[in-house]
């Protein structure tokens, strides 16, 4: 199961950095997403990294503002998100792939459900509250 952590009350404007950790699971092999979801909204995927982190993907609602990395010796995956907006207060989750791929949507796809790995793999994700 992935964990995901580093989320907390943060001014408008500010920073967070999450991390996303496994245990008993090779993250380093897999593609990893990013997926959020606000109170009383859909669940959005927000970013990915491909496993040989070649390739990224990012929401037009984060793109500019959002940055996804790797860390394969540490197994970790971070979201280094600067200039919050209200509108990102959220629980963000970490998750595989469909199928635990390797590879993320192309730019312009968009980072459906369709994509995301299981739900059971996702953890309990880490609250994010952007607010003055």
């Known amino acids: 199961q992935l964990q995901a952590s580093g989320g907390g009350l943060v001014q408008p404007g500010g920073s967070l950095r999450l991390s996303c950790s496994a245990s008993?699971?090779?993250?380093?092999?897999?593609?990893i997403g990013w997926i959020r979801q606000a109170p009383g909204k859909e669940r959005e995927g927000v970013s990915c990294i491909s496993s040989s982190d070649t390739s990224t993907y990012y929401s037009d609602s984060v793109k500019g503002r959002f940055t996804i990395s790797r860390d394969n010796a540490k197994k970790t995956v971070f979201l280094q998100m600067n200039n919050l907006k209200p509108e990102d207060t959220a629980i963000y989750y970490c998750?595989?792939?469909?199928?635990?791929?390797?590879?993320?949507?192309?730019?312009?796809?968009?980072?459906?459900?369709?994509?995301?790995?299981?739900?059971?793999?996702w953890g309990k994700g880490t609250l994010v509250t952007v607010s003055s």
């Open positions: 008993r699971f090779a993250l380093d092999y897999h593609a």
């Open positions: 998750a595989p792939i469909r199928g635990f791929g390797t590879l993320c949507p192309d730019v312009g796809s968009v980072f459906g459900s369709t994509w995301w790995g299981p739900y059971h793999y």
